[in-house]
């Protein structure tokens, strides 16, 4: 699915998949998201840096207007 992110976000993210880092900027525009085999959604801000949510933590996000969902 692709997202838009509507204002600049500084979201906690990880690198590759071992690594979290405590914040990064995902700043406006249309991201890459994904669901995860654990349920969750992930947001792509490059190959390497991604963020994690829950379905309710997304879905709060939708609802706040920082994401709206452009493809699903």
Do not use: H
Not at 8 to 14: E, H
Not at 58 to 69: A, D, N, Y
Request: net charge neutral; aromatic share 8%.
């Amino acid at each position: 699915m692709r997202i838009k992110i509507t204002k600049s976000l500084v979201l906690a993210a990880q690198i590759q998949e071992t690594e979290t880092i405590p914040e990064a900027l995902f700043p406006e525009g249309e991201y890459l998201a994904n669901l995860t085999s654990e349920g969750k959604i992930e947001v792509m801000n490059t190959k390497k840096i991604k963020a994690r949510f829950s379905f309710s933590q997304f879905r709060e996000k939708v609802s706040l207007g920082e994401f709206i969902v452009v493809e699903s």
